[in-house]
């Protein structure tokens, strides 16, 4: 899949990794057993922004994921939910915590900055106690007491401009326009793919919390062992596509519990109402996930040809020309435009882009050095590899005229959100704004069939 273009335009991907103030302090392990300190990391945002931007992403997440609609499991994570908040160190700040479940069988969860918790069914059924869906529900609240959402996205926007917006930074503070690209549940390439250091801290806080509440403090821990042993690699759960397995997470979890003071006696393991709620969602209908290319998200459909006939789409520093069949998906700096069928979500709501355009800008460092246009688009496709580990160049940069402004050409290929490969054109112009990229993608088998039109669009741009 294409994380960052999958998130539209780009924001989703990762920042390139930068020695940034690691928030981990690991204590000095002496006689005297003493629990790990964690702190959130270096942000941007203040907590009242981590609550606007998680509030905005969670009501887009409640209208696009199918819920379970069951009172019943909704009022037990809750309940389950409230018991390890209790427990946990959110370093002074409130948080309105909201837990929700999720008709997707795929096991994964995932919370929102700010407190807005989703876990899927596939994780109440995969869970063999309550403890062990209470470790998965303290690894996610640990994710927003620690703000690693908001933390990941401050260093994307400082070493990328992945926002597209300058001005965070000489600011000192997130401005009105990032904030808004950041509401944006697509955005969850940013806010919710985290580092295997913030994995490693999210363990250990969710460790604490499972001691802290009773519960059997290995059991987060091995509910990720046994997902990993379950499925051997093949088809691993979607919840490591977001939170992947920092090395040597048990060892690193039994340090922790020795630190606590060892195993505690008489640990919690289950209870009659994790039972009663796992029975629950085992009877809820199935819901068929969307696919990309599927309309109606039963099987995989192609899209329509794309129309001959265009619409216009004017942006702040340019316009183009569309199909009139396909649609517009976000705004200004964040765009796709794509065919019915050509856009899903998966369950974790990562916009995932099969066929079409995604437009996107990104900052440029110095917008006049005469090789400026090579560095910006080598930037570019370096941060998108890096989200993306199976994307390839296949043709190398070759310099072009977009609207008669110099520009580059470059091809990939990827993993396509649909199976099999897809291709991936992009072309990078540097204007006063930043790189402008327009990324064109198809699946590789029917390449062919949408050249023609990405042709047209990229005709069709003109700058101001
Ligand atoms: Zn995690």
């Known amino acids: 899949m294409f994380d960052a273009i999958r998130s539209y335009a780009g924001i989703g991907s990762r920042a390139a990794g930068i020695g940034a103030a690691a928030a981990l302090l690991l204590c000095a392990s002496n006689a005297q057993a003493q629990r790990t300190e964690l702190r959130p990391g270096w942000n941007l945002f203040s907590v009242q922004q981590d609550i606007a931007v998680g509030k905005q992403n969670a009501l887009q997440a409640e209208k696009q994921l ?10 037990y994570l809750t309940q389950l939910g409230i018991k390890l908040v209790a427990h946990l160190n959110t370093h002074g700040a409130t948080y309105p915590w909201e837990f ?19 876990v899927n069914r596939g994780a109440i059924e995969a869970a063999d106690n309550e403890a062990q869906l209470a470790g998965v529900m303290a690894h996610e609240i640990s994710h927003v007491a620690l703000r690693h959402g908001t933390n990941q996205a401050s260093k994307a926007q400082a070493t990328q401009g992945v926002l597209g917006i300058a001005g965070g930074l000489l600011g000192g503070g997130v401005s009105g326009a990032m904030l808004e690209q950041l509401g944006s549940f ?65 060892d690193r979890v039994d ?30 209908p ?30 702040a520093g340019y316009s183009l020309k569309y199909p009139d069949n396909w649609k517009r998906y976000g705004e200004q700096d964040n765009l796709a435009f794509a065919p019915d069928g050509g856009v899903g979500n998966d369950s974790s709501g990562h916009g995932a882009l099969a066929y079409g355009i995604s437009v996107g800008t990104q900052k440029v460092q110095d917008a006049n050095a005469p090789d400026a246009l090579n560095a910006a688009t080598q930037q570019l496709i370096d941060g998108l590899k890096q989200s993306n580990p199976n994307m390839k160049v296949v043709r190398q940069a070759v310099r072009v005229r977009l609207n008669n402004q110099p ?38 088998a029917e390449y062919s069939n949408y050249d023609k039109t990405f042709g047209s669009i990229l005709d069709s741009v003109r700058f101001k």
Not at 103 to 115: E, K, M, T, V, W
Request: contains cysteine.
């Open 186 to 250: 697509a955005a969850g390439g940013v806010l919710l793919r985290y580092s295997r250091n913030a994995e490693t801290q999210a363990d250990i806080s969710g460790t604490q919390v499972l001691y802290d509440s009773g519960y059997d403090p290995r059991a987060m821990a091995q509910f990720f062992e046994k997902l990993e042993a379950e499925t051997k690699g093949k088809n691993p759960p979607e919840f490591f596509s977001d939170h992947p397995s920092p090395d040597h997470r048990v």
């Open 286 to 315: 199935i819901v068929k996930k969307a696919t990309p290319g599927a309309a109606g998200g039963g099987g995989i459909t192609k899209p329509a040809p794309p129309s001959s006939n265009m619409s216009t789409y004017q942006a």
């Open 407 to 444: 520009a580059l050409s470059t091809y990939l290929t990827n993993d396509s959100p649909v199976g099999g490969q897809e291709t991936d054109w992009i072309i990078t112009a540097v204007r006063p704004e930043g790189l402008v990229y327009f990324v064109c993608t198809a699946p590789q």
């Open 66 to 75: 199918p819920l379970c609609n069951s009172p019943k499991v909704d009022a």
């Open 100 to 118: 929700h479940c999720v008709n997707d069988r795929a096991i994964n969860a995932f919370a929102l900055p700010g407190g807005y918790v989703f």
């Open 255 to 284: 340090q922790e519990i020795t630190k606590l003071g060892g195993l505690p006696t008489n640990a919690r393991k289950d209870s009659p109402e994790f039972e009663a709620a796992k029975r629950e969602v085992m009877n809820l």
